[in-house]
C-alpha cells in the first residue's frame, strides 16, 4: 500500500531501495499487523482467536507485501519505458535482476514487520500480557524506524524517532478506529 | 545517478505534486483494497445488513490507509528534504510545505475515491449478485485504465500497459482473497 512516490526520488545507484523506501515499508507492515493486534478483545479471547487474529495478521501481510512488490516493479517498467520515451514504443521492456531483488525486498520488509508484534502472542499464553509486549515491541520499532529515517535526513535521529513514533500511534489508532 | 535525475525531473516536475506512476499506483492499492471487500462477501445469501457491513467496511478500510498513504508521504518528502539539506543543497525548507499538503490531499483522495466506483453498484441494485457482477465489470475497466495511463506515460505503450495492469490487478486481487484479505 504504498507507494512509488517515495521510492521514485530516492533511488541511488548502490541501493535499490533507499532508507526511506525501506523504513516506510516497514511502517506499512508494522500498522497493518497492528490493526490486527489491537483489536483483538484480549480478556476473552481464546487460543484459537489468538490463533485466528495470528493467521489474520501474516496473511494480510503476504498478500500486501506482494501487492508492494508487483506495484514496485510495474512503477520500475513504467520509469524504464519513460526514459526510452515514446519513440522506442517497440522495445519491449522486461524485468531485470535489479527489479526482482528490490521487490523481493519489498516483500520481506512487510512480511518481516509483522514477525516482532506478533511473537508475543505465541510465547505468552495470556492474551493480555502478550498484548502488552507486542505494543511494547511496536512502539520500539516505530522509534527504530524514525531514528533510521531521522539519521538518513541529514542526521535528525532522535527527532525523526519522537516524530515517527508519534505519528505511527495516532495512524494505528486512527486505523483501528476506522474499522481497520 | 544520471537516471535518478532524470526521473526526478519527470515525476517531480514544478507542475506536477504526484507523478502519473504515483496516481495510477494510489489508485491501484485503493481499488484492489475495496475489491477484498466486494470479493469478500457471500453473494449468494448476503442480506442488505452485510452488504451494507461490506460497504462501510471498504470504506473504512480505504479511508484509514488513504490517511497512512498520506501522511507516510509527507514524511518522506520531508526525509528527503533533510537528506537534501545535508548534502548541501540550498534553499531547503524542511517543515511541511503546501506541495507537501497537496500531494497528501491526493493520495488520500485516490486512494478513498477509487472505492466509489465498485461500492456503487451495491447502493443501486438490490440482488447482491448481480452488484458484484457489475462493480467487478468496473474495477476490471478501471484497471485497465490504470494501466492505459501508466503506459501511456510510460513511452505511449497504453495497450500493453492497460492489458498488464488489468491480468496483474486481477491476479493480486485473487490472491489477497485467497490470504484472508
Same mark, same amino acid.
Given at each position: 500500500?504504498?507507494?512509488?512516490?517515495?521510492?521514485?526520488?530516492?533511488?541511488?545507484?548502490?541501493?535499490?531501495?533507499?532508507?526511506?523506501?525501506?523504513?516506510?515499508?516497514?511502517?506499512?507492515?508494522?500498522?497493518?499487523?497492528?490493526?490486527?493486534?489491537?483489536?483483538?478483545?484480549?480478556?476473552?479471547?481464546?487460543?484459537?482467536?489468538?490463533?485466528?487474529?495470528?493467521?489474520?495478521?501474516?496473511?494480510?501481510?503476504? !498478500?500486501?507485501? &506482494?501487492?508492494?512488490?508487483?506495484? +514496485?516493479? /510495474?512503477? =520500475?517498467? $513504467?520509469?524504464?519505458? *519513460?526514459?526510452? @520515451?515514446?519513440?522506442?514504443?517497440?522495445?519491449?521492456?522486461?524485468?531485470?535482476?535489479?527489479?526482482?531483488?528490490?521487490?523481493?525486498?519489498?516483500?520481506?520488509?512487510?512480511?518481516l514487520s509483522t514477525i516482532p508484534v506478533t511473537l508475543p502472542f505465541i510465547f505468552v499464553?495470556?492474551?493480555?500480557?502478550?498484548?502488552?509486549?507486542?505494543?511494547?515491541? !511496536?512502539?520500539? &520499532?516505530?522509534?527504530?524506524?524514525? +531514528?533510521? /529515517?531521522? =539519521?538518513? $535526513?541529514?542526521?535528525? *535521529?532522535?527527532? @525523526?524517532?519522537?516524530?515517527?513514533?508519534?505519528?505511527?500511534?495516532?495512524?494505528?489508532?486512527?486505523?483501528?478506529?476506522?474499522?481497520? | 545517478?544520471?537516471?535518478?535525475?532524470?526521473?526526478?525531473?519527470?515525476?517531480?516536475?514544478?507542475?506536477?505534486?504526484?507523478?502519473?506512476?504515483?496516481?495510477?499506483?494510489?489508485?491501484?492499492?485503493?481499488?484492489?483494497?475495496?475489491?477484498?471487500?466486494?470479493?469478500?462477501?457471500?453473494?449468494?445469501?448476503?442480506?442488505?445488513?452485510?452488504?451494507?457491513?461490506?460497504?462501510?467496511?471498504?470504506?473504512?478500510?480505504?479511508?484509514?490507509?488513504?490517511?497512512?498513504?498520506?501522511?507516510?508521504?509527507?514524511?518522506?518528502?520531508?526525509?528527503?528534504?533533510?537528506?537534501?539539506?545535508?548534502?548541501?543543497?540550498?534553499?531547503?525548507?524542511?517543515?511541511?510545505?503546501?506541495?507537501?499538503?497537496?500531494?497528501?490531499?491526493?493520495?488520500?483522495?485516490?486512494?478513498?475515491?477509487?472505492?466509489?466506483?465498485?461500492?456503487?453498484?451495491?447502493?443501486?441494485?438490490?440482488?447482491?449478485?448481480?452488484?458484484?457482477?457489475?462493480?467487478?465489470?468496473?474495477?476490471?475497466?478501471?484497471?485497465?485504465?490504470?494501466?492505459?495511463?501508466?503506459g501511456d506515460h510510460a513511452g505511449g505503450r497504453r495497450w500493453a500497459g492497460g492489458f498488464?495492469?488489468?491480468?496483474?490487478?486481477?491476479?493480486?486481487?485473487?490472491?489477497?482473497?485467497?490470504?484472508?484479505?
Amino acid at each position: 500500500m504504498t507507494t512509488s512516490s517515495f521510492r521514485v526520488q530516492s533511488r541511488t545507484p548502490d541501493a535499490i531501495l533507499s532508507p526511506v523506501d525501506r523504513v516506510s515499508e516497514v511502517v506499512f507492515g508494522l500498522i497493518m499487523a497492528l490493526t490486527f493486534t489491537g483489536t483483538l478483545s484480549v480478556y476473552e479471547a481464546d487460543r484459537a482467536e489468538v490463533r485466528g487474529m495470528l493467521i489474520g495478521a501474516l496473511g494480510c501481510n503476504i !498478500a500486501w507485501g &506482494m501487492v508492494d512488490a508487483v506495484m +514496485y516493479v /510495474l512503477a =520500475n517498467l $513504467a520509469d524504464r519505458g *519513460r526514459e526510452l @520515451g515514446p519513440s522506442q514504443s517497440h522495445v519491449r521492456l522486461s524485468i531485470t535482476g535489479r527489479d526482482v531483488k528490490g521487490a523481493i525486498g519489498v516483500f520481506l520488509l512487510v512480511f518481516l514487520s509483522t514477525i516482532p508484534v506478533t511473537l508475543p502472542f505465541i510465547f505468552v499464553q495470556e492474551a493480555h500480557r502478550a498484548l502488552r509486549l507486542s505494543n511494547a515491541v !511496536a512502539l520500539v &520499532m516505530l522509534f527504530s524506524c524514525g +531514528y533510521l /529515517l531521522g =539519521n538518513h $535526513a541529514g542526521g535528525r *535521529r532522535w527527532a @525523526g524517532a519522537l516524530l515517527l513514533l508519534a505519528v505511527g500511534v495516532i495512524l494505528v489508532w486512527a486505523t483501528i478506529a476506522l474499522g481497520g | 545517478m544520471r537516471k535518478t535525475t532524470s526521473f526526478t525531473q519527470y515525476s517531480r516536475a514544478p507542475d506536477l505534486v504526484l507523478s502519473p506512476v504515483d496516481r495510477a499506483s494510489e489508485v491501484v492499492f485503493g481499488l484492489i483494497m475495496a475489491l477484498t471487500f466486494t470479493g469478500g462477501l457471500s453473494v449468494a445469501t448476503a442480506s442488505q445488513t452485510e452488504v451494507r457491513a461490506m460497504l462501510i467496511g471498504a470504506l473504512g478500510c480505504n479511508l484509514a490507509w488513504g490517511m497512512v498513504d498520506a501522511v507516510m508521504f509527507v514524511l518522506a518528502n520531508m526525509a528527503e528534504r533533510g537528506r537534501m539539506e545535508s548534502l548541501g543543497h540550498p534553499h531547503v525548507r524542511l517543515a511541511v510545505t503546501r506541495r507537501d499538503a497537496r500531494g497528501a490531499i491526493s493520495v488520500f483522495f485516490l486512494v478513498v475515491l477509487s472505492t466509489i466506483p465498485v461500492a456503487f453498484p451495491f447502493l443501486v441494485v438490490d440482488e447482491a449478485r448481480h452488484a458484484l457482477r457489475i462493480s467487478n465489470g468496473i474495477a476490471v475497466m478501471m484497471l485497465f485504465l490504470c494501466g492505459y495511463v501508466l503506459g501511456d506515460h510510460a513511452g505511449g505503450r497504453r495497450w500493453a500497459g492497460g492489458f498488464l495492469m488489468m491480468t496483474v490487478g486481477a491476479v493480486l486481487v485473487w490472491a489477497t482473497i485467497a490470504l484472508g484479505g
